[in-house]
C-alpha cells in the first residue's frame, strides 16, 4: 500500500486538508465498538491530522464497504500490505473519519481524517477485512498548569526553529493553527511528532503514550533531534554552494566574454535581442522608481539565464507585461463641450437628463485641466444605450475606450491578477486594458456590474474597492506585477440594470446616473436614425431605394411587437424585416433578370422602392403582433394603478369583488408579493376603520367576502406603491360607484391615511403617457421628482399630488 505525499484526486490537496480539518473541530459521531482496520506500511498516523492513502479495490475495497464512515488506521511495522497478518498489527492506532473515496481504474484513492486513539482489545476477524473490537482513548485537554504551559512554549518554540531550515513546515503549521492553536497542548504534541522524520519505532512509542506530559516530552526529544539534523543539512549545503563558486564564476566570465563580444559588434545572440527590445519599449516611459527597480532587477536576472531554462520563460514573459504597461503615458483629452453635446447627440437620441450630467462631469474636467477621480454608474433597463453611451463618451473626449463584462465573474483573480507562483499565471483585466490601450487614461466600461458573483475562489466585488476609490486606485496593486500601478487617471463607467444586487460599500464609491425608458415618439426617432440604417448595411441593403418602412410601422411595432423600456427587441424586429426583404428581392431580381435580356436595347425606366412596408402589410413580414393594444378595464371596484419594473414601468389594474355576504373576509389573488399582501391588508384595515369618515356604509363589510386581484395572475408581482390603489379600488366597491375615466395613481398608504413616497417616477409617467392616461394621483413627496421630468414627458398630463387618503377621495368620483 502506497502512501504518496500528495493525493493525486481533486480537488486540490489545501482543499481537501481545510474540509476534513473542518469535520474534525466538529463534534464526533458516536464511535463503534468493533473497527475495520486498514495497514499503515511507512509509518504511524496521529489524531487531528490528514492522510492520502492509495489501496487496491481487490484487496481493500471490502474493507471500505463495510467501514462506510469510521476505519482505524494502524502501523504494521513495514510489512507489505498485500501479505500483513493479524499480528503485525501494533496495539494501537487512530479511528479516522473517510473523508473521500475516489475510484481510479484498480486503485482507490481515499483521504482520511484522524480523530482519536484506540487499542486493540480483541479480534473479531483475523483475516480480511481485518475487523477488532477496540477502546478509545478520547482526546481531552487538561486543565493548564505551569510544566503544561513550560512544554507546550518548549515545543513552539523548537517549531520556529525548524520554519527557516526547511520552509515546507510553514504551510503544515499554518494549517493547524488555522484549526487548533497552541491552546491545545494534546493536538500540539501529536502535531510536533508529525513533522519529524522519525523512526516509525519511535513514532509509534509517542502514539501508544496516552498520558499527556510524557508524550509532550518525548515529542520535544524527537523534534530537538529534528533540529540538528536540519542545521546539518543546511551545513552541508553550503559546503556544496562553495564548491559551485568556481563554477559560477566561470559562468560569468563567459556571460561577460558574450557581452564584450557584442560591444564589439563581434556577436550579439537572442537573449541580448530580447533585453534590448524590453529596453525599446520603455523609451519616453515615466516608469515610477519602484517599477523601474524591478525591471532592472528582472533585465539583470534575465542576463544572466540560460534561454532553455523554465525561469528564463518566467522571467521574459513577467519583463514583457512590464514593458508593456504605458507607464506615464497619456492622451490628451479633448474638452470641448460642444464638441462633446455634438457626438452624444449624434449617437443617442432623447436622454437629455443623462447628457446634461455627462455634459457637466465634462465642464468640471474643463475647469480642472483634467478629467479623473469619478466613477460614474449607469443605471436603467436593457437596451436603453447605457453601454454605447459610454463609447460615445470615450469619443468624445478622445481618450481609448476598453469595455469587459463582470456578469457571471466569480474569481478575484480576473481583477487583481494571478500570483506568478501559478502556472499560466496572468495580470487582472485592468493591465490588460492598459496594454490594449497604450495609455494610462482610458476610459474603462465595467458592464453588468450588478451580476458580478462569488465563489471559493473570491469576492471579486471587494476586489473592485480598492480599484473604484479614487483614494486608492492611485497605488493599485496586480498580483502579478506586484508592482504599484496608477489608475486614478482612467474614466470608470460602470453600467447596471438594477442596485439591489450591488454591494453597498461598492455603490457607495459610484455616482449614480438613471436611464429611464424612452418613448414611442423617441423609439421611432432612434430606429430611423440608428436602427435602420445598421440593419440595413447588415443586411446588404446599401442602394438607396431597395427597401423603405413608414413611420407609422415603425410606431406599430413599437407598440405591438417591441413593448420594452429599451430597443434592442425593436432592433430584431427591423432586422427580422430586412431579412425578410432580401428573400423578396433576390426572387424579383432573378425574375427581372431573365426578362430584360430580349429587350437589352432598351433604356430602363427609373428605379422605384422595391420594397414598401406599411402598418398595413406589417404581418405580412412579422406575423400577428405579440402585444395586442392593451385594453384598460373600467367598471366597479377597478381602478389603474402605475408600477415599476426592472424593464420600465407599467400599469396595473387592480380589482375588487364581493364574493359573497356569508362571511367577512379577504382573499388575495394575483402572485402578490409579501410587500404587496400587506399593503392590501392595511388598505383593507384602513377603509374598514375609517368607513364613515370615507362615507362608505359600515355594515357592507360586516358580512363581505371580499375578493383583490391584481392581473395578470401569471406574473408575479411586488412593491410599496399600490397602497392608494388597492384602498380605491375597495372604496369603488363598497360605494358600487366607478372611479372617473383616464386616471391612474401610484403611492402607498399608512393605517393612519397618509400617502407615502414611491420610487420610480419616470417609468410610471411614460407608462401612463403610453396607455394616454391624462390624469395622475400621485404623491405629495414626490413633487421635486416629478418636476426633474422633461417637458415633454410632461406634455398634456394632469398631475395630482396627494398627501392624505382624504385628497385621494376627492379626485375618484
Known amino acids: 500500500m502506497d502512501e504518496p505525499s500528495q493525493p493525486s484526486a481533486e480537488p486540490s490537496p489545501q482543499t481537501q486538508t481545510a474540509e476534513a480539518l473542518k469535520e474534525i473541530a466538529r463534534p464526533e459521531d458516536v464511535l463503534p465498538n468493533v473497527l475495520a482496520l486498514l495497514p499503515l506500511e511507512q509509518k504511524p498516523f496521529f489524531p487531528g491530522q490528514v492522510l492520502p492513502l492509495i489501496l487496491r479495490t481487490r484487496k481493500w475495497g471490502e474493507t471500505l464497504r463495510q467501514a462506510q464512515r469510521l476505519v482505524g488506521v494502524v502501523f504494521t511495522g513495514g510489512v507489505h500490505p498485500d501479505k500483513v497478518q493479524a499480528a503485525d498489527f501494533r496495539a494501537m492506532g487512530t479511528v479516522c473519519k473517510i473523508h473521500q473515496i475516489e475510484r481510479h481504474g484498480e486503485q482507490l484513492h481515499v483521504v482520511l481524517a484522524g480523530i482519536q486513539r484506540f487499542r486493540i482489545e480483541r479480534w473479531v476477524s483475523e483475516a480480511r477485512p481485518f475487523r477488532a473490537q477496540v477502546r478509545y ?105 562553495s564548491e559551485l563558486n568556481q563554477r559560477q564564476r566561470e559562468m560569468f566570465l563567459r556571460e561577460q566574454l558574450k557581452f564584450i563580444q557584442a560591444e564589439l559588434g563581434i556577436s550579439k545572440d537572442d537573449r541580448q535581442t530580447e533585453i534590448e527590445a524590453f529596453r525599446e519599449k520603455l523609451k519616453g516611459c515615466q516608469i515610477p522608481p519602484q517599477a523601474d527597480q524591478r525591471i532592472k532587477q528582472e533585465l539583470e536576472k534575465m542576463a544572466v539565464l540560460e534561454r532553455g531554462s523554465p525561469e528564463y520563460t518566467v522571467t521574459r514573459n513577467y519583463l514583457d507585461w ?202 421611432v426617432a432612434i430606429a430611423r436614425k440608428h436602427l435602420l440604417p445598421r440593419q440595413l448595411t447588415r443586411a446588404g441593403l446599401q442602394r438607396r431605394g431597395q427597401l423603405r418602412i413608414d413611420t407609422a410601422a415603425i410606431r406599430l411595432i413599437a407598440e405591438q411587437y417591441a413593448r420594452e423600456a429599451g430597443v434592442r427587441k425593436l432592433e430584431k424586429m427591423l432586422g427580422a424585416i430586412a431579412r425578410k426583404a432580401v428573400m423578396k428581392l433576390l426572387k424579383n431580381g432573378a425574375v427581372k433578370k431573365r426578362a430584360t435580356k430580349k429587350r437589352a436595347t432598351k433604356k430602363p425606366a427609373a428605379a422605384k422602392p422595391a420594397l414598401h412596408v406599411t402598418a398595413n402589410n406589417l404581418e405580412a413580414y412579422l406575423g400577428k403582433p405579440t402585444f395586442s393594444p392593451q385594453q384598460r ?56 376603520g375609517n368607513a364613515e369618515k370615507l362615507t362608505v356604509k359600515h355594515a357592507f363589510f360586516e358580512k363581505a367576502m371580499i375578493h ?106
Not at 786 to 798: A, S, W
Open 137 to 241: 482513548f478520547p482526546e481531552i485537554n487538561p486543565k493548564e498548569t505551569t510544566e503544561t504551559k513550560a512544554y507546550t512554549t518548549a515545543i513552539v518554540n523548537i517549531i520556529k526553529e525548524l520554519l527557516p531550515l526547511n520552509p515546507m513546515y510553514g504551510e503544515e503549521l499554518k494549517m493547524f493553527l488555522n484549526y487548533f492553536g497552541t491552546g491545545e497542548p494534546s493536538r500540539l504534541a501529536d502535531f510536533g511528532a508529525s513533522l519529524t522524520t522519525a523512526d516509525a519505532a519511535e513514532m509509534q512509542e509517542i502514539l501508544e503514550t496516552v498520558e499527556l506530559l510524557p508524550r509532550m516530552e518525548k515529542t520535544l526529544v524527537l523534534l530537538q533531534k529534528e533540529v540538528e539534523v536540519a542545521k546539518a543539512q543546511t551545513e552541508i549545503r553550503r559546503h556544496v554552494e
Open 708 to 813: 383583490l386581484h391584481v392581473p395578470a395572475g401569471a406574473t408575479p408581482k411586488d412593491g410599496p406603491s399600490a397602497g392608494i390603489t388597492m384602498t380605491s379600488a375597495l372604496i369603488s366597491l363598497a360605494k358600487n360607484k366607478p372611479i372617473v375615466k383616464s386616471l391612474a395613481m401610484s403611492g402607498e398608504i399608512s393605517l393612519t391615511g397618509q400617502v407615502l413616497a414611491v420610487g420610480g417616477i419616470k417609468e410610471k409617467v411614460i407608462a401612463a403617457r403610453r396607455m394616454k392616461i391624462r390624469n395622475l394621483l400621485l404623491p405629495q413627496v414626490n413633487y421635486g421628482d416629478y418636476q426633474e421630468l422633461p417637458e415633454y414627458v410632461k406634455k398634456g398630463l394632469n398631475a395630482n399630488f396627494v398627501a392624505t387618503y382624504e385628497q385621494v377621495l376627492a379626485h375618484l368620483f
Open 322 to 523: 512590464l514593458c508593456s504597461v504605458p507607464w506615464g503615458v497619456f492622451s490628451e483629452d479633448s474638452l470641448e463641450l460642444p464638441t462633446a453635446r455634438r457626438i452624444l447627440d449624434a449617437d443617442h437620441e432623447g436622454l437629455e437628463e443623462v447628457k446634461l450630467r455627462i455634459l457637466e462631469f465634462i465642464a468640471v474636467g474643463v475647469m480642472k485641466g483634467k478629467i479623473a477621480g469619478s466613477i460614474l454608474l449607469l443605471v436603467g433597463p436593457p437596451g436603453v444605450g447605457k453601454t454605447s453611451l459610454g463609447r460615445s463618451v470615450a469619443t468624445a473626449l478622445g481618450r481609448e475606450f476598453f469595455r469587459f463584462s463582470l456578469g457571471g465573474m466569480q474569481d478575484e483573480a480576473e481583477i487583481k491578477g494571478h500570483r506568478r507562483t501559478y502556472i499560466g499565471a496572468m495580470p487582472g483585466k485592468f493591465i490588460h486594458a492598459l496594454r490594449e490601450c497604450k495609455t494610462a487614461n482610458p476610459l474603462i466600461m465595467l458592464d453588468e456590474i450588478d451580476k458580478i458573483g462569488t465563489s471559493f475562489r473570491g469576492d471579486p466585488a471587494s476586489a473592485l474597492l480598492e480599484v473604484l476609490d479614487p483614494e486608492q486606485n492611485k497605488d493599485f496593486l496586480d498580483h502579478y506585477l506586484d508592482v504599484r500601478v496608477d489608475l486614478s487617471n482612467v474614466l470608470f463607467i460602470c453600467t447596471a440594470n438594477q442596485l439591489d444586487s450591488i454591494p453597498a460599500a461598492l455603490l457607495d464609491r459610484m455616482e449614480t446616473v438613471r436611464l429611464s425608458g424612452y418613448l414611442a415618439a423617441e423609439k
Open 633 to 688: 378595464i373600467r367598471g366597479v371596484g377597478v381602478v389603474t394603478g402605475l408600477a415599476w419594473t426592472p424593464l420600465g414601468g407599467a400599469t396595473l389594474d387592480v380589482e375588487a369583488s364581493c364574493t359573497h355576504h356569508f362571511q367577512r373576509g379577504l382573499t388575495l389573488t394575483g402572485q402578490l408579493g409579501e410587500v404587496m399582501k400587506e399593503s392590501a391588508e392595511i388598505a383593507y384595515s384602513y377603509v374598514v
